[in-house]
């Protein structure tokens, strides 16, 4: 019978049950007690240990999420700063570049200035045609506005002489320097009582010079290494006065009256930016040896040698 | 085993859920899953299983929030679980928009619940501000939830049934 009636109101006994036990507990839980109960523990023990682990997994990722935004925005300050860095490294090499490109133009103007006996018309170099060792063999210019370029004409800066206008295309003149096999300028070495010819060797950035001595007397006054050769304005091209090189090499060959040397050029043609070619020159027809035109950079005649323009200095 | 499935979906987002939003400080906000399980429970079973599933959903959720009495979050999902059963026949438990509206009406019912078991029950309750306040934040928080988490449900309640289904033909 007690069967009969649990099948039949077994659905409500079961409701009635699952109302009424956690009223019953609630009772018994919502009085105050010292000691916890063995539902309570039981429900700790269900619950404590998925608490701690879900705990930790969401601690981990946040912490993970944490570094990975902290690490995100690291980065993206990292891009800004490198685009900002790029940026003014640009405009300080282009400070730079220009500053540098202010120096020249000045000390080109300034010797445009001192250079009375002759005229000079700036002319920008556009290229450089070099040997397989780096070596500048030739130099183009751009003579656009350059009013009166002609072949044959010097062309120098005011640290000396560069070379002379080989060929002239429209706005393009091609230079051929000092130091080309071609090449023959006067020279002497002011106040060594010499004069000679500086001809180019067309190697490396070195060429010769052979003098004569003007009289015995002069003899006792050796040329060395570091003195300086001057344009004489003899060859009615190079102006008086103008530094050709150094010489290199003390030990000179001699060949009957003449002594030759080694010299190495005033000027670096690997990084000439610009120039003065000079026009209306009519030589130097009078004029005394060894007198320049302009003020000679260095007027002691003997120049500090510059590594870069030995002849055995590295290309 | 889908019964068993459904117990292990509400543990373990009872068991997140806490961590989940202490981490983002946010635990006024935090949407009562037991009672979006207990209601799709009445929705979904017959009354007996109904009520049993909620009561063991509602004894996990005791466990979980040990600072009222054992027992009331066990009732409130039981008498959830019976308006479950009773809104079945009349609303569409089904779509979106009805699960959100119910869910939002019975959390607020729940907090009311909440509030009437402490006060008699609960000797040492004084915070009736807290829970009158948090009623709304709670009971929006649920109504957002409540449609994933019945998909959810839905989902494992179909897997399994399919699942079940097919080895009936296979013994077959």
Redesign the interface.
Same mark, same amino acid.
């Given at each position: 019978m007690w069967r009969d009636l649990l099948t039949r109101y077994r659905q409500t006994l079961l409701l009635i049950v699952a109302l009424v036990a956690p009223v019953a507990s609630m009772y018994f839980h919502g009085k105050a007690r010292k000691e916890t109960s063995v539902i309570e523990r039981g429900l700790l023990a269900v619950t404590s240990p998925v608490t701690r682990v879900s705990h930790d997994v969401v601690a981990g990722v946040g912490d993970l999420l944490s570094a990975y935004v902290v690490l995100t925005l690291v980065e993206e300050r990292n891009r800004e700063l490198e685009r900002e860095n790029k940026i003014l490294l640009g405009e300080a090499l282009r400070s730079r570049t220009q500053a540098a490109e202010l120096a020249r133009i000045k000390q080109l103007c300034g010797f445009r200035e001192r250079a009375k006996e002759f005229e000079t018309v700036p002319a920008r170099v556009v290229g450089r045609d070099v040997s397989q060792f780096f070596q500048v063999v030739r130099l183009r210019l751009d003579v656009e506005g350059a009013a009166g370029v002609r072949e044959g004409q010097a062309v120098i800066t005011h640290d000396g002489v560069v070379g002379r206008i080989e060929k002239l295309s429209g706005n393009w003149a091609d230079v051929m320097l000092v130091t080309d096999a071609r090449s023959q300028v006067h020279a002497t070495v002011p106040g060594k009582g010499v004069v000679g010819s500086v001809r180019g060797r067309g190697k490396r950035n070195e060429f010769s010079a052979q003098f004569v001595h003007l009289d015995d007397a002069e003899r006792g006054m050796p040329l060395g290494v570091g003195d300086a050769v001057y344009t004489t304005g003899h060859d009615r091209v190079f102006p008086a006065g103008l530094e050709i090189g150094h010489i290199a090499e003390g030990a000179p060959t001699r060949s009957g009256p003449y002594y030759e040397f080694v010299l190495a050029p005033a000027v670096s043609y690997a990084t000439l930016e610009e120039v003065l070619v000079v026009v209306n020159y009519r030589g130097a027809m009078g004029e005394s040896e060894g007198k320049p035109a302009a003020e000679p950079s260095k007027p002691s005649g003997r120049r500090t040698i510059d590594p870069a323009n030995t002849p055995d200095a590295p290309p | 085993m889908k019964y068993l499935a459904w117990v292990a979906l509400t543990?373990?987002l /009872? !068991?997140?859920l806490?961590? $989940?939003l202490?981490?983002l400080d946010a635990q006024l906000y935090a949407p009562d899953v037991a009672l979006i399980s207990a209601l799709y429970l009445g929705s979904r079973l017959e009354?007996?299983p109904a *009520? /049993?599933m !909620?009561?063991v959903v509602? /004894? $996990?959720k005791?466990?979980?929030s $040990?600072s009222a009495? =054992?027992? =009331?979050y066990?009732?409130i999902a039981?008498?959830v679980a /019976?308006i479950g059963r009773f809104l079945q026949a009349r609303v569409d438990l089904v779509s979106p928009l009805p699960v959100m509206a119910s869910s939002a009406a019975i959390s607020l019912l729940a907090s009311g619940l909440f509030l009437a078991?402490e006060s *008699?029950?609960?000797? !040492?309750f004084d915070a009736y501000g807290e829970v009158l306040t948090t009623a709304l934040p709670l009971a929006l928080t649920t109504m957002l939830v409540s449609p994933l988490q019945f998909w959810l449900m839905e989902r494992i309640r179909r897997r399994l049934d399919s699942h079940a289904h097919g080895n009936l033909l296979l013994r077959r």
């Open positions: - | 543990y373990l /009872l !068991a997140l806490s961590p $989940l202490g981490r009354t007996g *009520v /049993l !909620a009561f509602g /004894l $996990l005791d466990g979980f $040990l009495p =054992v027992g =009331v066990t009732e039981v008498l /019976l078991f *008699v029950f609960h000797r !040492a």
